[in-house]
């Protein structure tokens, strides 16, 4: 296969935590080099000039909802695919909240055999953790990680039935399984729209208090203890859950965490004038806690982001604040809305990169999220300063359900590859 020679590059190492010039070389869809410095000449390489702009590895986006089977009309995995590649999203791990829900074998091969056929991108499926997700019964956990799963999530279900989850954890921890959770208290969040407070209260909408996700970690946390299960928070949105998490990472258990991009740039007042492209699950929250969940990226105490890529059709959407369906996609928007947080100094690019693609994927056990020799060629080329005005009729999800229609950011990608492979741009 060819060689391809990326010089003049901005190199950000989330390993090493440095971001510095040098170049890249790459063979057979692997790094086979990284020049701390300007590189050799390489015969019969094709060149990439960076030009300055950013090199760093492809973001590992946990998370993604792909609408297949049963709603293809909101995403499918060759728009999803797309839409990732445009982004600088390499590989996406995909949500099993589809119709019917991903909860056994035949689903996720499938599932599997679609998105190899389909997507450009590397997809990578989670599983139903409960049959259904109903949370009743779980699933058959040891023949779906066989068939491929690399997590078991009942989404934005929680299981309220403290019996089955503590059954399914144990059962998990004994094929070294991730559970992943979200962590909100339903009996609190139930028809919740807003995060309560003086802001919901002034725009009439039903609010949930942020305790209920200390809550719900706090009972999770518990039954760790209990099971020594391997468990990743899908979202941690609120400074009050924040030292629950601290305590148990300090005390050894096997945990992690995630934000979703959308909680880490935005915040409660964006729902201003009931726009429904910002109703979200769980809500947008206060600033305080937008800028403490921030500050928990920067120091490593929330260990991923990811854009909880969310398709909705514009029916689901344009209804009544508290009526209209919940989510927002993320895949484009991802990179430009992170750098938000690089640009007001509030995070650096290899702190971020860490976020975004470094600790996911050894959250999974990939070898992504490294510019190292050996590692996949799965690169991502950015001009991070670079400005543009979003328009959500150009993006390439079959949904549009942006919150950042119209708005002014920073951060272009100029190229995405996969496996070595030029997947997106014009290099």
Same mark, same amino acid.
């Given at each position: 296969?060819?060689?391809?020679?990326?010089?003049?590059?901005?190199?950000?190492?989330?390993?090493?935590?440095?971001?510095?010039?040098?170049?890249?070389?790459?063979?057979?869809?692997?790094?086979?080099?990284?020049?701390?410095?300007?590189?050799?000449?390489? !015969?019969?390489?094709?060149?990439?000039?960076?030009?300055?702009?950013?090199?760093?590895?492809?973001?590992?986006?946990?998370?993604?909802?792909?609408?297949?089977?049963?709603?293809?009309? !909101?995403?499918?995995?060759?728009?999803?695919?797309?839409?990732?590649?445009?982004?600088?999203?390499?590989?996406?791990?995909?949500?099993?909240?589809?119709?019917?829900?991903?909860?056994?074998?035949?689903?996720?091969?499938?599932?599997?055999?679609?998105?190899?056929?389909?997507?450009?991108?590397?997809?990578?499926?989670?599983?139903?953790?409960?049959?259904?997700?109903? =949370?009743?019964?779980?699933?058959?956990? =040891?023949?779906?990680?066989?068939?491929?799963?690399?997590?078991?999530?009942?989404?934005?279900?929680?299981?309220?039935?403290?019996?089955?989850?503590?059954?399914?954890?144990?059962?998990?921890?004994?094929?070294?399984?991730?559970?992943?959770?979200?962590?909100?208290?339903?009996?609190?969040?139930?028809?919740?729209?807003?995060?309560?407070?003086?802001?919901?209260?002034?725009?009439?909408?039903?609010?949930?208090?942020?305790?209920?996700?200390?809550?719900?970690?706090?009972?999770?946390?518990?039954?760790?203890?209990?099971?020594?299960?391997?468990?990743?928070?899908?979202?941690?949105?609120?400074?009050?859950?924040?030292?629950?998490?601290?305590?148990?990472?300090?005390?050894?258990?096997?945990?992690?965490?995630?934000?979703?991009?959308?909680?880490?740039?935005?915040?409660?007042?964006?729902?201003?004038?009931?726009?429904?492209?910002?109703?979200?699950?769980?809500?947008?929250?206060?600033?305080?806690?937008?800028?403490?969940?921030? !500050?928990?990226?920067?120091?490593?105490?929330?260990?991923?982001?990811?854009?909880?890529?969310?398709?909705?059709?514009?029916?689901?959407?344009?209804?009544?604040?508290?009526?209209?369906?919940?989510?927002?996609?993320?895949?484009?928007?991802?990179?430009?809305?992170?750098?938000?947080?690089?640009?007001?100094?509030?995070?650096?690019?290899?702190?971020?990169?860490?976020?975004?693609?470094?600790?996911?994927?050894?959250?999974?056990?990939?070898?992504?999220?490294?510019?190292?020799?050996?590692?996949?060629?799965?690169?991502?080329?950015?001009?991070?300063?670079?400005?543009?005005?979003?328009?959500?009729?150009?993006?390439?999800?079959?949904?549009?359900?942006?919150?950042?229609?119209?708005?002014?950011?920073?951060?272009?990608?100029?190229?995405?590859?996969?496996?070595?492979?030029?997947?997106?741009?014009?290099?």
């Amino acid at each position: 296969m060819t060689q391809t020679l990326f010089i003049n590059a901005r190199l950000i190492d989330p390993v090493a935590q440095t971001d510095s010039l040098g170049a890249l070389l790459i063979e057979d869809g692997l790094i086979v080099q990284v020049y701390e410095e300007a590189a050799p000449k390489v !015969k019969g390489a094709l060149v990439v000039n960076c030009a300055g702009n950013c090199l760093a590895p492809g973001i590992v986006d946990i998370g993604v909802k792909v609408s297949e089977p049963g709603e293809r009309h !909101k995403e499918s995995f060759r728009s999803a695919g797309r839409a990732a590649a445009a982004g600088g999203v390499t590989t996406i791990v995909t949500r099993p909240d589809t119709m019917p829900a991903i909860d056994t074998p035949e689903t996720l091969e499938f599932v599997a055999r679609r998105a190899a056929i389909d997507a450009c991108v590397r997809v990578l499926p989670m599983a139903a953790l409960t049959k259904g997700r109903e =949370g009743r019964e779980m699933t058959e956990i =040891g023949f779906l990680k066989d068939a491929g799963a690399v997590a078991f999530t009942d989404c934005d279900r929680v299981v309220t039935n403290t019996k089955v989850f503590s059954r399914a954890l144990t059962y998990a921890k004994s094929l070294d399984a991730l559970v992943i959770a979200h962590i909100q208290d339903p009996g609190l969040s139930d028809g919740a729209a807003v995060t309560s407070g003086k802001f919901a209260s002034l725009r009439g909408l039903a609010g949930v208090s942020p305790m209920a996700e200390r809550m719900a970690l706090d009972r999770d946390i518990a039954l760790l203890e209990m099971t020594g299960a391997r468990y990743h928070a899908d979202q941690i949105t609120t400074a009050r859950a924040l030292p629950a998490l601290e305590r148990a990472k300090r005390n050894g258990f096997q945990i992690t965490a995630g934000v979703g991009i959308h909680h880490l740039t935005l915040n409660e007042l964006d729902v201003a004038d009931y726009r429904t492209f910002y109703k979200l699950k769980p809500p947008l929250r206060s600033e305080d806690d937008r800028v403490a969940v921030v !500050k928990a990226v920067a120091e490593g105490l929330i260990d991923i982001i990811c854009s909880m890529h969310t398709p909705q059709d514009e029916e689901s959407k344009r209804l009544p604040f508290e009526e209209a369906a919940s989510g927002a996609v993320g895949l484009e928007t991802i990179l430009p809305a992170a750098l938000r947080l690089y640009h007001a100094e509030m995070i650096t690019l290899p702190r971020l990169f860490a976020a975004l693609s470094l600790n996911p994927s050894r959250l999974l056990g990939l070898p992504s999220g490294r510019l190292r020799a050996g590692a996949p060629a799965d690169l991502v080329w950015f001009d991070p300063d670079a400005p543009f005005q979003l328009d959500r009729a150009t993006l390439q999800s079959k949904s549009k359900n942006t919150p950042f229609d119209g708005a002014r950011m920073e951060g272009v990608v100029l190229g995405t590859w996969v496996n070595g492979n030029l997947v997106t741009g014009a290099a």
